[in-house]
């Protein structure tokens, strides 16, 4: 016989667990917190806001603005869930003109951290200040405070330790909180933001007028220099921003940043507009950089499909499609003008610091045999030169002692084809070698042989050159200067806001710092949730390898292309570069052979 129980399955959660439940949706980690809030604060109609932060936000994080504050009854309410001052009926949801409408964001925080609200409407003689700690009010009192609500969350996850121990370092953390107000200020020129860390000032975007002088403010003229602007219209739809020039384009991603309606969304459709719009121009490994801004009648998008708000639905996507697919197809077809970094020639001075930060190989031997390409950087002056290859497997390096991986071959050049593959006879066997791979390769089993043995050696410049780098690089940046000193690139704080490169590392030769610098810093963007610096010694050692190796379209004299058949033997003829390209095609005797019908 079966016993059935009399017990019910399904049971009503407690209120507190609710809570917790519903943050985990909303408050991912502290950037979230910082989005919230900031969020409030421009609904607010605020011309000022600020941010201060501690330990990447699990410590504290402190928003202050002057909007329009709130009145005690409503200061209350708004930690209860889904209370909210934005929609009042079902209908308001078909055209959501604000940044925040839910009404979860306090009552989530308010769930996972301690809490203390201070606002106060214009006009009034007193204002109110809540605490709030773990979804309890714990204490409702008058206040004295400017115009304006002061809002501080502290030991966030306090009460969910589950949740804390999946957040990454604050460093970490403090880059996706910067992330989050650079979206914000971006969005909103005319509002004054200023974001601190730790005491320390990491961003200060004073109100400005177009969002071409916020751009400069946050991206500064390098970066600038190299993008075109993108407009365009059509009904109840408008676009405009700026993308990357086509003859610009790298590896990078960052900044790929997407705004409808000022807000910062991730959309497929536009990315594969972008995208799309470049056709041919973009090459493999490559992706465009753009900042867009589409403003679109509200009742032609859905906000409402996710629980951070990230994510939006349009009505006609193929009208959004084509609109952005031919805006950005005609800026780069027409050769936009450059994006003005400031009056009176500020662009010509955007393209002239664009094209410091290129790439530029240099090389030893026989000039007369050494055709540079036309569009080529000149060497820089503060970088002693050398020989970029040795004379042979056995010649002494500046670098490191040579650790040899593969038996000495004889090497016999033949030449290249396309200033871009080797060919030669190498031992008893033909091969047509990519010269840049070949390079990569060798560079970087130089630079991790030396890591390992704590070996590596500094080439210092004649003299140090400045990095003026945007704030998000500089928080990428500066918890890992020590360990890239001991890869022997040298990196030293300057000021507030920017820094020194004093070496670079020995094994790369004449490696130009600016550019491998900045190529660095675009693949660390893409790096962040590593857990330690450590974990991205690969990647970085790559990107190290990859900035300074000879690029396709140099030539190459016959003894050079000797030596750097010698090197690639020397660490063991391995056929695949860092990234997973291939270096070489063999051909042995035999092969031939059979090719040829001889066998």
């Known amino acids: 016989m079966v016993t059935r129980t009399t017990h019910p399955k399904i049971h009503v959660l407690p209120g507190d667990l609710v809570g917790r439940i519903a943050a985990g949706e909303v408050v991912e980690r502290p950037a979230a917190v910082v989005k919230e809030l900031v969020d409030n604060s421009l609904d607010a109609g605020s011309t000022f806001v600020s941010i201060e932060v501690e330990d990447g936000g699990l410590a504290r994080i402190t928003v202050t603005d ?7 009854e409503d200061a209350v309410l708004a930690f209860t869930r889904h209370a909210t001052s934005k929609i009042r009926s079902d209908q308001d949801l078909l055209a959501i003109r604000t940044l925040g409408f839910r009404g979860e964001a306090l009552p989530s925080m308010a769930a996972v951290a301690q809490i203390q609200l201070v606002t106060t409407v214009p006009g009034a003689s007193v204002g109110t200040r809540l605490r709030v700690r773990a979804g309890s009010i714990e204490s409702i009192e008058d206040a004295a405070v400017p115009a304006g609500t002061h809002i501080d969350v502290r030991e966030l996850f306090f009460n969910t330790p589950a949740r804390k121990k999946f957040l990454k370092t604050p460093a970490t953390e403090f880059s996706h909180i910067l992330q989050a107000v650079q979206q914000a200020a971006l969005a909103w020129p005319t509002v004054h933001v200023r974001l601190t860390r730790n005491g320390q000032e990491v961003l200060h975007c004073g109100a400005v007028t177009s969002f071409r002088e916020r751009l400069m403010q946050i991206y500064r003229a390098s970066a600038l220099g190299e993008m075109v602007s993108v407009h365009r219209e059509s009904p109840g739809l408008r676009i405009d921003g700026v993308t990357i020039g086509a003859e610009h384009l790298r590896g990078s991603r960052t900044p790929q940043e997407i705004f409808v309606n000022r807000r910062p969304v991730k959309n497929a459709t536009i990315l594969h507009a972008v995208t799309d719009a470049y056709g041919p121009l973009l090459p493999r490994g490559r992706y465009p950089r753009f900042v867009l801004f589409l403003d679109i009648d509200p009742a032609r998008i859905d906000v409402n499909v996710h629980p951070t708000k990230r994510e939006i639905r349009f009505s006609d996507t193929e009208a959004v499609h084509r609109l952005v697919r031919q805006a950005v197809k005609e800026a780069l077809g027409d050769g936009a003008d450059t994006v003005s970094a400031s009056s009176g020639g500020g662009a010509a001075l955007a393209r002239v610091i664009g094209e410091s930060l ?8 026989d000039a007369s045999r050494v055709a540079e390409p036309s569009h080529s950087a000149q060497p820089r002056a503060g970088i002693a030169t050398e020989p970029l290859f040795p004379a042979s497997v ?14 000495p071959v004889e090497v016999v050049p033949f030449g290249q084809m396309d200033r871009t593959y080797l060919i030669a006879r190498v031992g008893d066997e033909l091969q047509i070698i990519d010269q840049h791979t070949a390079h990569e390769r060798v560079l970087y089993e130089r630079l991790w042989r030396a890591r390992q043995a704590e070996s590596a050696q500094a080439q210092a410049l004649l003299e140090p050159i400045p990095l003026e780098l945007p704030a998000h690089q500089r928080a990428l940046i500066e918890p890992h200067v020590e360990e890239l000193g001991r890869l022997g690139l040298t990196i030293e704080p300057f000021g507030l806001d920017s820094f020194l490169l004093r070496s670079v590392p020995a094994a790369l030769g004449t490696a130009d710092g600016l550019a491998l610098v900045q190529g660095l810093l675009e693949d660390m963007d893409e790096w962040r949730n590593y857990a330690s610096m450590a974990s991205k010694m690969h990647p970085v050692i790559a990107t190290l390898a990859c900035h300074s190796a000879v690029r396709a379209g140099r030539h190459m004299a016959l003894s050079e292309i000797s030596g750097l058949i010698e090197d690639w033997a020397a660490e063991g003829m391995m056929m695949t570069c860092p990234h997973g390209r291939r270096v070489a095609l063999r051909l042995p005797g035999e092969e031939l052979d059979r090719i040829f019908g001889r066998d």
């Open 66 to 72: 002057n909007g329009e504050g709130m009145q005690r």
């Open 358 to 365: 290129r790439v530029a190989p240099r090389w030893a031997g």
């Open 394 to 407: 056995g010649s002494e390096m500046s670098s490191t002692a040579p650790v040899a991986r593969g038996a």
